[in-house]
């Protein structure tokens, strides 16, 4: 079975762009959840995604935002770049809790965002 | 509501066994452990659920104190390729995961 699916694995962008990430999950999951992981501040949770709704988020500015769709595929975006963004971000899809791994979260490669 | 592990890093000899702490000070639904080597993605370990059940692909071991927020992983005969770094995530029942700062593990020959 494919694993979880990050694009583009590395971006670099200018202080003020926007940029765009993309997630598949593995098939059949249907919760979506996106961290960011820095080595100050380590895995921070952003925000979670199941069915097309926004289940929880994280403690993040309204800068940083998603989207799930029909497919489960998720997207994030983040706006008015800050020097401050440049993470890892990873994506990271889960069965329920009733299945066979208890909603254990997979992880994809991430992309690395690099902002000037 | 990140929770706090301990130690922050150990080395071990192959062979050896090593116990990561991980506390809470928020009331816990389930605790969630993962490894992650360098450069690569996090990789799911195990999790413990309120209630005592445990779910995970890993021949590892760990235990939940729901009581005091508390969960601890034993990695015994530890091997070369139980080197990284070990997160524990910890729910309040909310579906979203708060990650611990991480246990850099490294085993040496």
């Known amino acids: 079975k494919a694993g979880v699916t990050q694009t583009p694995r590395y971006l670099i962008k200018t202080r003020g762009q926007q940029v765009t990430l993309s997630c598949s999950p593995i098939?059949?999951?249907?919760?979506v959840s996106w961290y960011q992981q820095t080595p100050g501040q380590g895995l921070q949770f952003l925000f979670e995604?199941?069915?097309?709704?926004?289940?929880n988020k994280g403690n993040f500015p309204g800068r940083f935002s998603g989207r799930q769709f029909s497919n489960s595929r998720s997207e994030m975006n983040v706006s008015t770049l800050e020097l401050g963004d440049s993470a890892l971000y990873l994506c990271?899809?889960?069965?329920?809790?009733?299945?066979?791994?208890?909603?254990?979260?997979?992880f994809g490669p991430g992309t690395r965002l690099t902002v000037l | 509501q990140q929770p706090v592990q301990s130690p922050q890093a150990v080395i071990l000899r192959e062979g050896e066994d090593a116990v990561i702490n991980c506390s809470s000070s928020?009331?816990?639904?389930?605790v969630h452990w993962y490894r992650q080597k360098h450069g690569e993605a996090p990789v799911f370990l195990m999790i413990?659920?309120?209630?005592?059940e445990q779910k995970g692909h890993e021949k590892i071991s760990a235990s939940f104190n729901e009581k005091k927020q508390q969960s601890s992983l034993y990695l015994t005969a530890s091997q070369l390729s139980y080197s990284g770094t070990y997160f524990c995530?910890?729910?309040?029942?909310?579906?979203?995961?708060?990650f611990g700062t991480g246990t850099r593990l490294t085993v040496i020959p």
């Open positions: 995530g910890t729910e309040a029942g909310a579906n979203n995961l708060f």
């Open positions: 990271a899809s889960s069965f329920p809790f009733e299945s066979v791994d208890g909603g254990g979260q997979y």
């Open positions: 413990l659920l309120k209630g005592g």
């Open positions: 928020k009331a816990l639904y389930s």
């Open positions: 995604y199941f069915s097309e709704t926004q289940r």
């Open positions: 098939s059949g999951h249907r919760s």
